[in-house]
């Protein structure tokens, strides 16, 4: 007698999509068998006839605010139930925005007992680095590294991210010692800097719309990529590329990796910030929040890349910030963070039927891809007998609008308010539990687990 059995679903294995039933005992999968197999029993069955049955997604890249200084606005509870409404199973906690940036161990210990006791879905948290400067234990229990490149506003040690090539020779040797992968926001902050002074300079209303396409571009994002790879390639660095949406970016992420010397990983994150939504519905006022996009990307060409593997991992980018900034008149003060994690996986699901990504490159990149890079093979990214019962289930062919359901970030803003999509996420089921049914949340904070 099996716990659970999903019956008929189209089930990931072996890089295709084929009909047939998985079973769970306890958290494992613990066989996979043919549709309709006369002899299977459990105590609850789901008929996924027409569903597709992923292998749990990943969130490779979201921001939440416990321990922090904008707690308020999302906390382990909120962060996670909103990633199970969406499909997500496991999220990947970024260390900017959270008390001290994760730079230390003990503020690390500290996050990781807070999201045990409040998570729905399995999680990690990225550590930043930066605490090696500073004389600090490192939190060396975090699977990878993250951090900005950028100057420091603060005493050595105290920022998650570096322009300093000094600073950064000295941290990309010491990570690769420690054989961890480091993400990384690359930024030429020569011309980030010279550039938000032009804008200054410009004439007109200073407004989100207006400033904020001029940031995050091509030409600082890939002449920051060139200044990171030659530090990476001299260490022997394990690399994640963050936001590798501009064609410049692309094309030199795809030299490196042509040229094979580099342990590299590219990702593109699916956030309003890259033209997916210039406005977002505050659901607490009913007011509008005028938030823009950065520059954009060249769609059809990221779309390239995501086919032939030049980019290999997603991620939400979810950052809700405080709804005080969002309104802050001063736009270069303004939050640019948005969230979104309640419609994340439903949004890839919406690209499929667009055409621009396959079911089987949508796995790879959610789940597939980063399991093995980060080690988490043996237990996630697959429907393989012995590992996570971790699964996304997804109804390709529902269409419905962004508003009409219930939505569990805490800061209560919609950034797709109003948007039909097609497909939908029905249920999240982590480690063989059905956490979300249908928009509903089922289990109690404390079901995550921390993956290291």
Request: proline share 4%.
């Amino acid at each position: 007698m099996y716990d659970l059995l999903l019956k008929n679903g189209l089930v990931y294995l072996d890089g295709t999509f084929r009909k047939c039933d998985v079973a769970v005992k306890g958290e494992k999968i613990a066989a996979v068998l043919d549709s309709g197999d006369p002899y299977a029993e459990a105590g609850q069955e789901l008929d996924l006839t027409g569903k597709y049955v992923l292998p749990g997604i990943i969130d490779f890249h979201c921001h939440l605010r416990e321990p922090g200084p904008q707690i308020e606005f999302e906390d382990w509870e909120s962060c996670t139930k909103a990633a199970a409404n969406s499909g997500v199973t496991m999220v990947c906690g970024m260390s900017n925005g959270l008390e001290n940036e994760m730079t230390d161990a003990a503020t690390y210990d500290k996050a990781v007992a807070l999201a045990e006791k409040s998570a729905v879905v399995d999680f990690m948290i990225a550590g930043c680095p930066m605490g090696f400067f500073g004389g600090k234990e490192m939190p060396t229990r975090s699977p990878f590294y993250k951090f900005k490149q950028r100057d420091f506003p603060g005493p050595l040690g105290d920022s998650e991210g570096t322009a300093n090539s000094w600073y950064m020779n000295q941290l990309f040797e010491e990570i690769a010692k420690q054989g961890k992968y480091v993400q990384i926001h690359p930024m030429d902050m020569d011309y980030h800097n010279a550039l938000l002074e032009k804008i200054r300079e410009m004439p007109g209303e200073k407004t989100s719309l207006s400033i904020f396409p001029y940031y995050y571009g091509e030409d600082e994002m890939a002449a920051g990529i060139w200044h990171l790879a030659y530090y990476a390639r001299k260490h022997h660095l394990k690399w994640q590329a963050l936001h590798c949406w501009h064609r410049a970016y692309i094309d030199v992420i795809r030299m490196l990796k042509k040229q094979g010397d580099m342990d590299l990983l590219a990702s593109i994150e699916f956030c309003p910030s890259n033209g997916l939504s210039d406005h977002m519905k505050d659901l607490v006022t009913g007011g509008t929040i005028d938030v823009g996009h950065c520059e954009l990307p060249e769609w059809d060409y990221v779309w390239e890349a995501v086919a032939d593997g030049t980019i290999d991992l997603f991620g939400s980018d979810h950052c809700p910030q405080s709804r005080e900034n969002y309104y802050n008149p001063d736009a270069f003060k303004s939050s640019k963070g948005i969230p979104g994690m309640d419609c994340y996986g439903h949004l890839l699901l919406n690209e499929v039927n667009n055409g621009n990504l396959t079911m089987e490159k949508l796995v790879q990149c959610t789940s597939e891809n980063g399991a093995k890079a980060y080690g988490w093979y043996d237990r996630k990214g697959s429907n393989l007998p012995g590992t996570d019962a971790d699964f996304s289930i997804a109804d390709l062919n529902e269409i419905w609008t962004c508003g009409e359901e219930k939505i569990y970030t805490k800061v209560r803003i919609h950034p797709y308010y109003g948007m039909q999509i097609k497909g939908r996420f029905i249920y999240t089921i982590v480690r063989g539990k059905i956490v979300m049914d249908h928009n509903e949340i089922l289990v109690q904070p404390g079901h995550g687990k921390f993956i290291s």
